[in-house]
């Protein structure tokens, strides 16, 4: 079986993946027929555009040249009315439909800042994706999901009450930058939630995989899709081969790992039932 795209791509060292082109891999899963390099040109254009807008070269006049043109000219905006659509996580349909999740359309708005070679990062907010425009002495934050409106700390708190009803509070490190694999995961993450809720285990299935392939320390995930693959058929050959593996060599640290593991798929087959 040859390996996915996003997989191949994950192999590379983290400063050499594109986001842009992991998250268009990673749409593949759910649209096979995708035209990575027409995105990829369509990604360009808007690049073009907003360097065409001579933004300058402060944080505030590049914040303002991508707002005015990925907001304001083209309409990109965030999907009030069916915000859990999965197509609002997939970097295609962003572009086609002009509407996203704020981790989306932050991906739209990192990667038109990347092309311009510009110093734009994501910010894993809690609830809420975020971009940041940096200067060498300051920062702006904006919020590509509410038109790129800038947000303030008092903007930061409000978001987290909405979020936490208040038991949370605001800490500059919530700003900080996150990297390829951090934005990724987060993707995954919210298309596993949910594929899970509307109970597309074939979805759910390859969402799986590809979480295997950034965290493959994290136990949780395969044992989630071991657990799915029974709901859609018989369990794979591991499940029944385990028990028997315990039976060879009973002290050792790796049968204690297994039997954990064995405790935990038949708990996820449990709760799956």
């Not at 028997?244 to 996820?268: C, F, I, K, W, Y």
Request: hydrophobic share 40%.
């Amino acid at each position: 079986m040859s390996l996915h795209p996003f997989d191949m791509l994950m192999e590379l060292p983290p400063e050499a993946i594109r986001l842009d082109c992991a998250a268009l891999h990673m749409a593949r899963d759910a649209y096979p027929d995708l035209n990575v390099l027409a995105c990829l040109e369509q990604l360009d254009l808007l690049a073009d555009a907003v360097k065409a807008t001579r933004p300058g070269l402060s944080a505030v006049g590049r914040f303002e040249a991508m707002r005015e043109v990925l907001a304001g000219q083209e309409g990109f905006g965030g999907n009030q009315d069916d915000y859990y659509d999965p197509q609002n996580s997939y970097l295609n349909r962003v572009l086609e439909r002009r509407l996203g999740i704020p981790i989306s359309l932050s991906i739209l708005w990192l990667e038109i800042g990347r092309r311009l070679n510009w110093p734009v990062f994501g910010v894993g907010f809690p609830g809420r994706f975020l971009v940041r425009f940096d200067d060498p002495d300051r920062f702006l934050v904006a919020d590509p999901f509410a038109d790129g409106k800038p947000v303030s700390e008092e903007d930061c708190q409000n978001l987290l009450d909405e979020q936490f009803s208040g038991k949370v509070k605001f800490d500059a490190k919530m700003l900080d930058p996150v990297g390829v694999s951090a934005i990724l995961t987060r993707s995954l993450n919210n298309l596993r939630a949910i594929y899970r809720a509307n109970h597309d285990w074939d979805r759910l299935d390859a969402v799986l995989q590809r979480l295997t392939t950034i965290e493959p320390s994290n136990e949780d995930h395969r044992i989630e899709l071991v657990a799915i693959r029974h709901r859609m058929g018989p369990l794979c050959g591991t499940y029944f081969e385990l028990p028997g593996l315990l039976n060879h060599q009973p002290d050792s640290d790796d049968d204690r790992r297994h039997v954990r593991e064995l405790n935990q798929l038949r708990a996820m087959i449990a709760s799956l039932n």
